[in-house]
């Protein structure tokens, strides 16, 4: 599986940003997808999560904040961020089973 993020960019505290993962395959609907990030120095963490049948979950410190989504027609997983803080910084990844992208920036910075 090739997945390929995009949407991340520079924004103010309290801002919001939609990425989204674009992957290919044929049985996408199926995949439980994965958003992760690693900050500068820190391990890459979890981040949310959503399965095949739209049951979703999320890292405590974004719950409220961050809402993952996806369009089985158009093979692709977002992840809305609102209400972002500078402690968000980061290259956020998706990824499925073994296969991950490229990352994408998000940096929140007045």
């Known amino acids: 599986v090739q997945l390929v993020e995009s949407g991340g960019g520079l924004v103010r505290p309290g801002g919001s940003l939609r990425l989204s993962c674009v992957a290919s395959g044929n049985t996408f609907s199926t995949y439980t997808m994965w958003w992760h990030r690693q900050a500068p120095g820190k391990e890459r963490e979890w981040v949310a999560l959503i399965t095949g049948t739209g049951d979703t979950n999320y890292r405590s410190t974004v719950k409220g904040r961050f809402t993952i989504s996806r369009d089985n027609a158009k093979n692709t997983v977002y992840l809305q961020m609102d209400s972002l803080r500078p402690e968000d910084t980061a290259v956020y990844y998706c990824?499925?089973?073994?296969?991950w992208g490229q990352g994408t920036q998000v940096t929140v910075s007045s």
């Open positions: 990824s499925v089973y073994t296969s």
